[in-house]
């Protein structure tokens, strides 16, 4: 029953830690003892280790650019699957 109790606080101070926008909640975890387990106090000396907004932000991964190799449109990515397959001369 107590390592049950134990593994329901740390998934509450993980949530507590994700929602208040830790960087890291693994870091973050490590680091809230010394602080007294007061996500505020580590707010305050470690500015770095939580985000300025309520969350932190999910990255993309987006650049804005295109594919690399991607088709536009449907006849380019026929010509490109026939370059590949090695039958690029063998159209109708």
């Known amino acids: 029953m107590d390592k049950l109790h ?7 101070v993980g949530f507590e830690l ?3 926008g830790a ?5 973050a975890r490590a ?4 602080y007294g387990n007061d996500i505020d106090k580590l707010r305050a000396a470690e500015p770095w280790m939580i985000s300025a907004g309520t969350t ?3 990255q993309t991964g987006a650049t804005g650019l295109p ?16 370059r590949i397959s090695g039958s690029e001369g063998d159209e109708k």
């Open 18 to 20: 994700q929602i208040a």
């Open 31 to 34: 680091l809230l003892s010394d």
């Open 67 to 82: 594919n690399a190799g991607a088709a536009t449109d449907e006849s380019a990515q026929m010509r490109r699957w026939r």
């Open 6 to 12: 134990r593994q329901g606080d740390e998934e509450r």
């Open 23 to 27: 960087r890291n909640i693994k870091a």
């Open 56 to 58: 932190a932000q999910a």
